[in-house]
C-alpha cells in the first residue's frame, strides 16, 4: 500500500486507454496490488480527468453533471455581415460563351492518354475513357464554379448597386440565373462521375470505347440543352459592367426632373458627360455619369430618368433607379423644371412630383433649375387635362410664371443663366464634400435617406 500511495500523485497524468497497461508493470521487489486497490485507483484517475471548474469570486470551484450545463454555441450575428463598397461589378469575371467552354473542354479532354505503365489493351482502353471522361467532367465544371465563386451574393452589395441588379435585371433574375448555373454544374458533375466509373468497369475494349463516346456525347447534350445559363450570366456580366461606377467619397449632382425638361442638355453643360439627347420622354434609360474638375476637385454628375406624377409603387424601373440613386448615394440634388409645355409633363404635375420628391429627400443640398426660359411666355401655360381646382392655389400660381422659390432660369439656347449655375452648382459641390468628409470622421451619425 505504500507504493500505491506514493503514485497516487503521478496518476492523473497517465491516459485513462493506458492505465490498465501500465498498472500490470510493478516494480522489482513490490508486492501484488489487490483487485479492490487497483479498482480504487482507476476511479480516482477517472475521476480526475473528467472533474471540470468555473470560476466564482476569483476562486475555481468544481462543477458536478448534475449542475453542469452546456453552453449553447452563440448565433450568427448577421448584423455583422460585411456590406461591399460600390465597385463590385466591376470585379465581376470574364465569361466565356457556353459553346467555346464545351468545345475547350472536348479538346483539352482528348489529348488525355492512357497510364503508360499499363500493357494489356482492354486495360489501356479503360483507363484512357476513364482518365478522359473526368477530364471532361473537370473542365466543363471548374469554370462554372468559379462564376458561382465570383459573382457575389446580392444581400452582401452596396444598396445602390443591389438596387441596380434589380432594377436593371428584373427581380429574381440575377438569382435564377445563378440559381440554373449551379444546377447545371451540380449535373455536369454527377453524369461525369457516373460514365467515368462505367468506363473503368468495362471488361473488353470495345467495350470501353463505346462507353467513352456514350459518355461524351452525354456531357455535350447537356452542356447544350442547359448552357443557356452560361449565355445568360454572360449577358448579366455585361450589362452590370456597363453600370457606372460611382465614388462615395466624391460629392455627386443628381439631376432630376420630368422626362424631357432638359436634365441631359444641362449634364453636357456642366460636366464630361455626353448623354443622348432626343425631344421623346425617358430619352435617359439608365444613369448616367459625368465629371467636374475644378480647381484641381473632382467631382460627379449624374443623369437621371425622369419622373412621372403618379404613385411610387406605381412607377417603373427607370423613374425608381433615379430614386434610389436619391436613396442609397450621397448626392445633391439639381431639381429641373419645364415650365414652357415643350417637355409633355404639365407645370402642375411637375409641381406635384417636385413636391413629393423634395419632402422625401429633404435633408438633401438642393438647387432649383427652370431650364428653357427663353421659351417662357407672360401668361403661363395651361394644359387641357390639368385640375382646375389648383389653378387658383396661390403657391401653383407662383409656380407657373416663376418656378420655386429661388430657382435659377437658364437657357441653353441663349446661354442665360449658365455662369450663375455653373458658380452656384460649384459651392453646392463643395458644400456636399465637406458634409462627406463629416460623416466619414462620424461614422455612427448615419446620413437620412
Known amino acids: 500500500m505504500s507504493w500505491a500511495t506514493s503514485n497516487l500523485s503521478q496518476l492523473w497524468k497517465i491516459p485513462s486507454t493506458r492505465l490498465l497497461l501500465t498498472s500490470s508493470k ?55 455581415v460585411k456590406v461591399e463598397t460600390v ?43 476513364a482518365r478522359q471522361l473526368d477530364a471532361l467532367m473537370k473542365e466543363l465544371g471548374v469554370p462554372l464554379r468559379d462564376y458561382l465563386d465570383k459573382f457575389p451574393n446580392k444581400k452582401y452589395l452596396h444598396p445602390y448597386e443591389r438596387s441596380l441588379i434589380e432594377l436593371t435585371l428584373g427581380d429574381g433574375n440575377y ?55 452560361v449565355d445568360d450570366l454572360l449577358n448579366i456580366a455585361k450589362t452590370l459592367r456597363a453600370m457606372p461606377v460611382v465614388d462615395l467619397k466624391s460629392p455627386t449632382l443628381c439631376l432630376v426632373g420630368a422626362p424631357n425638361v432638359g436634365k441631359s442638355s444641362l449634364v453636357r453643360i456642366l460636366s464630361s ?40 409603387e406605381d412607377r417603373n424601373n427607370l ?69 382646375s381646382s389648383n389653378q387658383e392655389h396661390t403657391e401653383m400660381e407662383q409656380y407657373r410664371k416663376m418656378g420655386p422659390p429661388g430657382a435659377i432660369h437658364v437657357s441653353v439656347m441663349t446661354e442665360k443663366g449658365l455662369s450663375e449655375l455653373k458658380s452656384t452648382v460649384h459651392e453646392l459641390l463643395v458644400s456636399q464634400m465637406a458634409r462627406i468628409k463629416s460623416q466619414n470622421s462620424n461614422p455612427e451619425e448615419v446620413p437620412k435617406t
Open 319 to 387: 423613374e425608381k433607379l433615379t430614386l434610389a440613386v436619391l436613396q442609397h448615394l450621397p448626392t445633391a440634388v439639381l431639381y429641373v423644371h419645364d415650365l414652357s409645355g415643350e417637355c409633355g409633363s404639365s407645370p402642375s404635375d411637375q409641381f406635384v412630383t417636385y413636391k413629393e420628391v423634395r419632402e422625401k429627400f429633404s435633408d438633401h443640398l438642393w438647387i432649383d433649375v427652370v431650364s428653357k426660359c427663353d421659351l417662357l411666355k407672360d401668361s403661363p401655360v395651361f394644359y387641357i387635362t390639368e385640375d
Open 273 to 312: 458627360g455626353k448623354p443622348e439627347i432626343c425631344n421623346y420622354p425617358f430619352t435617359t434609360r439608365g444613369i448616367l455619369m459625368g465629371h467636374i474638375h475644378l480647381n484641381y476637385q473632382h467631382f460627379q454628375v449624374t443623369d437621371t430618368p425622369g419622373l412621372l406624377r403618379r404613385p411610387d
Open 175 to 229: 438569382e435564377e440565373v445563378l440559381g440554373r448555373l449551379n444546377a447545371l454544374k451540380k449535373k455536369v458533375n454527377y453524369v461525369g462521375k457516373e460514365h467515368a466509373s462505367l468506363c473503368g468497369k468495362s471488361v473488353s475494349k470495345r467495350e470501353a470505347e463505346e462507353r467513352l463516346a456514350e459518355g461524351i456525347k452525354r456531357l455535350e447534350d447537356i452542356f447544350k440543352s442547359e448552357g443557356k445559363a
Open 87 to 129: 465597385g463590385a461589378f466591376q470585379k465581376l469575371p470574364m465569361v466565356m460563351p457556353s459553346v467555346d467552354i464545351l468545345y475547350s473542354a472536348i479538346k483539352k479532354s482528348k489529348r488525355i492518354s492512357p497510364t503508360k505503365s499499363i500493357v494489356n489493351a482492354a486495360k489501356r482502353e479503360r483507363n484512357k475513357g
Open 26 to 80: 510493478l516494480p522489482k521487489g513490490s508486492s501484488l496490488l489487490s483487485a479492490t486497490e487497483i479498482r480504487t485507483t482507476v476511479c480516482f484517475c477517472r475521476k480526475m480527468q473528467t472533474q471540470t471548474y468555473e470560476v466564482v469570486n476569483g476562486s475555481c470551484v468544481p462543477v458536478t453533471q448534475n449542475n453542469k450545463q452546456e453552453t449553447p454555441a452563440p448565433a450568427e450575428d448577421k448584423s455583422d
